[in-house]
């Protein structure tokens, strides 16, 4: 069964090296850190502290329980591009546009219990951003390759997992140190990478639902079928480099693509004939029209 995998990554590299061919190469860009580092926050100005320190037991906990819940919607920002307030579009660290979504309840205010973004409604606030319409203002400013629900998934599944990197490797360089908070700081990590792992969990099991049900989202089949939106990121994950859905984060089979296929096998083989057939076949036919490598395939 996993022979179309094969030959659908095998065409999409085919395809991929045509296309990189053809196009002129795309200038480095130099990596900047994240202002808005989950576990580090920026140090708070004297003031602030001062006025942190005259607060009640009570109060102090309710502002640390804020804190925590705006540090996790940064990290839905970062990684699935969405804020849960309708008024809070705007860009991400890296620059990238953020789609509002009207989920307050998960956000940051001041409801007995409100946790915010929790492992449990991860998937709720994900299906929220993939039923928008293609056509919804919303993501007229998200670049191409974060409108396509195949390859906005994928993407998310790649920045999450780099978020997940970086938490580790800050509590390992913490590991030996002792300082006021520090437990409290492990647990907070912690917490984040469940989160995290969560959305590489639900965006793998999204992208294999909408391929096998066309109808589930209209991002999955509009303006293109999901077949040919996995043949588009597949064709594509060369160039996106670190945000293909064929580069894994982890190391072998931790892409997303790898994941993508053992989900739809998993749920039924049937349907990962048709699904990876059908974005092979897709690729094939685009390098079916190339005369030379220099073509690109269209």
């Known amino acids: 069964a996993m022979a179309a995998s094969a030959r659908a ?85 890296g620059g990238a546009p953020v789609v509002p979504l009207d989920l307050e309840d998960y ?14 409604n991860v998937a709720e606030i994900l299906a929220t951003r993939l ?17 396509g629900l195949v390859s906005y998934l994928g993407r998310c599944h790649a ?28 647990a907070e990590s912690e917490e984040f990478e469940k989160i995290l792992e969560e959305i590489r969990s639900q ?27 996995l043949a588009d990121a597949l064709r594509a994950a060369g160039a996106a480099g670190p945000d293909g859905i064929t580069f894994g984060v982890f190391g072998k089979d931790t892409s997303f693509y790898h994941r993508l296929c053992e989900e739809l096998l998993s749920i039924d083989a049937g349907a990962f004939e048709t699904v990876i057939g059908g974005a092979a076949d ?4 685009m390098l079916d029209k190339c005369s030379t490598v220099l073509d690109g395939g269209g």
Do not use: C, H, W
Not at 64 to 75: F, G, P, S, T, Y
Not at 206 to 228: H, I, Q, R
Not at 282 to 285: A, F, G, K
């Open 9 to 93: 990554e095998s065409a999409a590299a085919s395809a991929a090296a045509a296309a990189s061919a053809a196009a002129p190469p795309a200038a480095a860009v130099a990596s900047k850190p994240s202002p808005m580092d989950v576990d580090e926050p920026a140090p708070e100005p004297k003031k602030a502290k001062k006025a942190a320190a005259a607060l009640s037991p009570a109060e102090a906990k309710a502002e640390a329980a804020r804190k925590r819940r705006r540090k996790k919607e940064a990290l839905l920002r970062r990684t699935l591009l969405v804020s849960l307030s309708a008024g809070g579009g705007g860009k991400a660290d």
């Open 107 to 120: 956000g940051d205010d001041d409801d007995e219990g409100n946790e915010g973004v929790t492992v449990q």
């Open 131 to 147: 039923s928008l319409s293609p056509s919804d203002a919303r993501l007229k400013s998200m670049p191409p390759a974060e409108r």
């Open 159 to 186: 920045r999450a997992g780099r978020e997940i990197k970086d938490l580790r490797s800050r509590r390992e360089r913490r590991k030996n140190k002792t300082k006021k908070g520090a437990e409290n700081e492990q």
């Open 203 to 229: 965006v793998v099991s999204y992208a294999a639902s909408s391929l096998m049900e066309p109808d589930l989202f209209e991002l999955g089949s509009s303006p293109v079928s999901g077949p040919t939106q």
């Open 282 to 285: 897709n690729l094939t036919s």
